[in-house]
């Protein structure tokens, strides 16, 4: 079994243990939202958005893409602990440049198209979420692409100048 699964399944399991579990929500972007990395508007650019919330933040971080978000849980010096992980769902979007401030949708749940023709919010690769997998199959059919989950999006794509880290996994423990 991969690594990943097996952090999954042992995430979804230790979840179900836990007394004092508080869900975490996505929030609403509003147009102070400022981009993790960036730290520029994120309303002020186009295509899908991600919020991360961190344990014992009140405040989520932002991400003006969504592989940005993915390229976060791969940094080996990140060590704050995910509570839980949001995307724009793109189904729902008015369009690419309004894809909607409310529409989130927990990222482990969506079907993301990765190598397609549309740069994310930054003018780079994205992986574009969808909450219905026929939907990224007609997006993909468009725009070219492959549709994976969460936690197939090779480090590779979100971090192209970074060699493969050896035995390093993506953190998704809260994307689902």
């Not at 508080?22 to 609403?28: G, R």
């Not at 390229?71 to 724009?88: K, T």
């Not at 780079?124 to 993909?140: C, K, N, Q, S, Y």
Request: charged share 20%; net charge negative.
């Amino acid at each position: 079994m991969k690594p990943l699964v097996l952090v999954l399944l042992a995430s979804v399991a230790l979840a179900g243990c836990k007394e004092e579990t508080a869900a975490v929500l996505p929030v609403a972007m509003t147009d102070e939202a400022l981009g993790h990395y960036c730290q520029m508007f994120v309303a002020d650019h186009p295509g899908p958005k991600a919020q991360i919330h961190l344990k014992g933040q009140a405040a989520p971080l932002w991400f003006a893409q969504v592989s940005d978000a993915v390229a976060y849980l791969y940094d080996p010096e990140r060590d704050a602990e995910i509570a839980g992980i949001f995307v724009s769902d793109m189904v729902r979007a008015e369009s690419w440049a309004i894809p909607g401030i409310a529409n989130w949708l927990a990222a482990g749940a969506a079907s993301l198209v990765i190598e397609s023709d549309r740069p994310g919010g930054m003018g780079v690769p994205e992986a574009i979420p969808f909450g219905d997998r026929a939907a990224a199959l007609a997006f993909v059919a468009e725009h070219g692409g492959r549709v994976v989950t969460w936690g197939e999006v090779p480090e590779s794509y979100v971090r192209p100048d970074m060699p493969e880290m050896v035995g390093h996994v993506m953190n998704t423990e809260a994307a689902e």
